[in-house]
Structure formats: C-alpha cells, structure tokens
C-alpha cells in the first residue's frame, strides 16, 4: 500500500517568506510525528498528533513554527518568516496507534537563501 | 532524559565481510531501540526493534542487533556484507513509560561496504 508522502520533495525560501510543508500519512494511521533533520545529523522531534489533537508540540523551536492536522490525516507544518537555520530536512512520520512503529515519508528538503 | 549515542561517524567494510555498527544508550528503566537505514533522498526505513524478550533480534535485509543491558548497547550486525548495504543507519531510543513519545535518535553513522 501506499506509504507516508511529503510535498514538496524540495523548496527553497528567501528568508523572511512563510512556507507550507504537507504531510500525508498512512491511511487509517492515528499518530503523526513531525521532526526536523539538520545536516549530518539524526532526526529531531518536533511535535506530534493523535487524530486531530496536537498533544507535544514542545521540540517547535519558536513560534515561528506551527503545525495543524484539522481532520486527522493530512497535516500542514508551517514556518513563518523563515531564517536560515531553519534550512534542513523536514520528515513526517505515522503510526498505526500509539506505541506501534513509527513509518517515515521521504521528506521535505527546506533551504533558505 | 534519554539519549542515543553513535560513536562512529563512518564505517568502511569489504563486501562479505561482517558489518557492526554500534549503539549505546541511556534512558531510565527498560528501553524500546530501534534502528532505521536512510538511503539517499528517501525516508528512513524500519530495521527492527527491541522491547522485550529475546537479546537478539532480527531484521529486515538480514540485519541483526543485539541488546546488551549492562553495557546499555544495542549494536546492528550483519554476518555478510552486501554493497546495496550502504547507506546511513540511526539507532534511536524510546521511553517506553511515557504514552507516545517520540523517537530520539542518534547521530548516525555512515556504511560504506567496498565491493
């Protein structure tokens, strides 16, 4: 079946531009973790959801980083007024409930310029 | 609070040589490991894991990993070493008393096997 996908693949921002990063999990799948993966290092979380409900979101560096997930599958992370730092690699992951295996999508590949 | 470590940046193995790349951790009681193989531009891909029971476990691709408590490791094996096998491996560490909570991971550590 299908797996986790993320779109854009690729996206490049001037700094100080919002970007909309979109994450389509596994269908059926309640649990959705965000996390974020810098150069030459492992993934870092960011926050996560059951169904709809955003229960951790204590890894969003600032409040410049926003996550929803309005009807419990797809869910959009949000930056706005990007900086550099934020360049890095944003994966998405679900799971089938709570405390099952976590299946990750390819990512998002977030430079700014 | 619970942490993974990689101590190796790289590993270079010859093809159908063994392969270990090595984990340690810490976390307060009994952990959940974990393992996750990262190809170029695409996600990361479960490996296996370890809850409970058996010290070793298996996985996909003819991986391995043995957990060893009191040296608080979890090291990847694998008896023979295929070049497809490069790639970058995490190891990554959940406490298991906490609902949810999400994964954290290592560092990880670059396999290269030469043919």
């Known amino acids: 079946g299908a797996g986790v996908s993320q779109s854009p693949r690729y996206k490049v921002a001037k700094r100080g531009q919002d970007v909309a990063l979109r994450c389509d999990p596994i269908?059926?799948?309640?649990?959705l973790f965000w996390y974020q993966q810098a150069l030459g290092q492992g993934p870092e979380f960011l926050t996560y959801?059951?169904?709809?409900?955003?229960?951790?979101k204590s890894g969003l560096p600032s409040d410049r980083f926003f996550a929803e997930r309005p009807e419990g599958s797809v869910s959009t992370l949000k930056i706005q007024r990007t900086q550099q730092e934020d360049s890095a690699v944003y994966l998405c992951?679900?799971?089938?409930?709570?405390?099952?295996?976590?299946?990750f999508g390819p990512g998002t590949r977030l430079t700014v310029t | 609070a619970q942490s993974v470590a990689q101590p190796e940046d790289q590993v270079n193995v010859a093809e159908g040589n063994p392969l270990t790349v090595k984990c340690t951790y810490s976390v307060s009681g009994n952990p959940y490991l974990f393992w996750y193989v990262q190809y170029p531009n695409r996600g990361l891909q479960f490996l296996l894991k370890y809850i409970t029971g058996d010290n070793l476990v298996k996985g996909s691709y003819g991986f391995e990993a043995e957990f060893n408590k009191s040296q608080t490791s979890f090291h990847l094996k694998k008896p023979s070493a295929l070049v497809s096998d490069s790639a970058l491996y995490f190891c990554?560490?959940?406490?298991?008393?906490?609902?949810?909570?999400?994964?954290?991971f290592g560092k990880g550590t670059r396999l290269s096997v030469i043919a």
């Open positions: 990554a560490v959940r406490d298991p008393h906490s609902g949810n909570t999400p994964l954290v």
């Open positions: 992951a679900s799971s089938l409930q709570q405390g099952k295996e976590q299946y």
């Open positions: 959801f059951q169904n709809e409900a955003q229960l951790d």
């Open positions: 269908s059926g799948h309640v649990s």
